[in-house]
T-cell receptor
Framework: AQSVTQPDIHITVSEGASLELRCNYS??????LFWYVQSPGQGLQLLLK??????LVQGIKGFEAEFKRSQSSFNLRKPSVHWSDAAEYFC????????????FGTGTRLTIIP | DGGITQSPKYLFRKEGQNVTLSCEQN?????MYWYRQDPGQGLRLIYY???????QKGDIAEGYSVSREKKESFPLTVTSAQKNPTAFYLC???????????????FGPGTRLTVL
């Protein structure tokens, strides 16, 4: 069975600073990987996804993520955060064949300080 | 605009009552999903449906029921058998099987259910 670990429950960064959110997955083959963002009381919005090919994936709002098979990781990065990036971020993993189910991590809450 | 709608946004129910949450999509997606979200626990899959008139239990289906009579609609009923129903419920959809494996899921805005 697949699983996802987001080791950081809460991260605080200053506006303009760089950001890295960690995601580690467990899956027996090449996974499909996703990052979603959720503002308070809202649904989830897709930031980016990795299916195959280039391991550095660009997403919306200036985010990127890098798939590292050797480390079973898919960390999310942004070079300079804005106050509007404050939200909860979820990493998710899916099987790469015949299975539409996603497994989500427990999320990382991001706080931005001026 | 294409998207997923959930109604109502807030729902209150008394203990012992069944309640139905609505989820509608106009994305022409075959697959639909229901998740439950609790603080600190991420999203947990309740039920999913890959095609009309068919659905499967997810990881936490006890106390819930669903139907999929139309492609665009996937209502969730929270029954009185659900021991702790207060939570945020999210509906999602994806293109479904036959297009590609594990396609991107798109989410609705959610319904917050509170049991009084």
């Amino acid at each position: 069975a697949q699983s996802v670990t987001q080791p950081d429950i809460h991260i605080t960064v200053s506006e303009g600073a760089s950001l890295e959110l960690r995601c580690n997955y467990s899956y027996g083959a090449t996974p499909y990987l996703f990052w979603y963002v959720q503002s308070p009381g809202q649904g989830l919005q897709l930031l980016l996804k990795y299916f195959s090919g280039d391991t550095l994936v660009q997403g919306i709002k200036g985010f990127e993520a890098e798939f590292k098979r050797s480390q079973s990781s898919f960390n999310l990065r942004k070079p300079s955060v804005h106050w509007s990036d404050a939200a909860e971020y979820f990493c998710a993993v899916g099987a790469n064949f015949g299975n539409e189910k996603l497994t989500f991590g427990t999320g990382t809450r991001l706080t931005i300080i001026p | 605009d294409g998207g997923i709608t959930q109604s109502p946004k807030y729902l209150f129910r008394k203990e012992g009552q069944n309640v139905t949450l609505s989820c509608e999509q106009n994305l022409n997606h075959d697959a639909m999903y229901w998740y439950r979200q609790d603080p600190g626990q991420g999203l947990r899959l309740i039920y999913y449906s890959q095609i009309v008139n068919d659905f499967q239990k997810g990881d936490i289906a006890e106390g819930y029921s669903v139907s999929r009579e139309k492609k665009e609609s996937f209502p969730l009923t929270v029954t009185s058998a659900q021991k702790n129903p207060t939570a945020f419920y999210l509906c999602a959809s994806s293109r479904g099987p036959g297009t590609s494996s594990t396609d991107t899921q798109y989410f609705g805005p959610g319904t917050r259910l509170t049991v009084l």
